[in-house]
């Protein structure tokens, strides 16, 4: 990951497993967050399959 631009942004998905299963993830001390399953006009990429209780959102509404 350090070889993309902004990779401090970014998280593994073994970190979001252990935020979602109840668990403390590196650099992570809060229990507020919000999971996004992002698409652009493709819902049923969201239907077919995302990570549990992530929210639907279509970037075009954005």
Excluded at 19 to 30: C, D, H, K, R, V
């Amino acid at each position: 990951m350090e070889n993309l631009a902004r990779y401090k942004n970014l998280v593994s998905a073994h970190w979001v497993k252990e935020l979602i299963s109840g668990g403390s993830p590196a650099e992570y001390n809060n229990d507020k967050y919000v999971i996004c399953h992002s698409h652009y006009r493709n819902r049923e990429t969201y239907l077919s399959g995302h990570i549990p209780r992530a929210i639907d959102m279509d970037t075009l509404a954005l």
